[in-house]
């Protein structure tokens, strides 16, 4: 399964339709959201063509720090301002999500999804990437984990970061064991 991986679109729809062309070129089975995609402290301008179009292309996700009561803890301000459809499609967004041997949130493994203090980055300084996920691969046994949040490319397997910056591809190819 080809996965196309979207994070931290805080309502931008013109970025999301930009970012779902590229995907739908490299025709990816399943777009999957890393969390923060409608952002709850900016204006709704944005959150409903946004939903509606990752409603259009089938798309799965979590939910992440800025989008949370979004999904969870809908509170009468959060209704008046975000459309029904928006509110619905974003009641959809799970904790994290676990396809085959990855795990997907918005935080790193271990930190608790369920807990909004949590989910925010609270750390002095630059975050080291290298750390976070080396914590998250000590939390859940998946070999590979796909996290939004931190604005910033990196890639790490339980041995260490990979050398790659977001300025090309990056495809992963899992083989399946399929010996009896």
């Known amino acids: 399964m ?3 991986l979207v994070a931290d679109v805080h309502s931008h729809a013109e970025d999301l339709a930009a970012a779902l062309a590229v995907l739908r070129k490299r025709k990816v089975d399943q777009v999957l959201t890393l969390g923060d995609t409608c952002d709850a402290f900016a204006p709704s301008d944005g959150s409903s063509n946004v939903t509606a179009m990752l409603d259009q292309c089938g798309a799965i996700g979590v939910w992440g720090n800025h989008d949370y009561t979004l999904c969870r803890e809908i509170t009468d301000d959060i209704r008046e ?3 029904t459809q928006t509110l619905d499609w974003m009641g959809q967004m799970q904790p994290f999500l676990q396809i085959d041997d990855c795990y997907f949130s918005h935080r790193a493994a271990d930190i608790d999804p369920h807990d909004i203090a949590g989910l925010w980055s609270m750390e002095d300084g630059k975050t080291d990437l290298h750390r976070r996920a080396m914590a998250g691969f000590q939390s859940v046994s998946q070999p590979r984990q796909f996290i939004g949040h931190f604005h910033q490319w990196a ?3 339980p041995t ?3 050398d790659w910056q977001g300025k090309r591809q990056f495809i992963w190819i899992v083989k399946k064991n399929t010996s009896s």
């Open 2 to 4: 080809l996965i196309g």
């Open 81 to 83: 301002r975000f459309s």
């Open 155 to 157: 890639v790490a397997t």
């Open 160 to 162: 260490g970061l990979i």
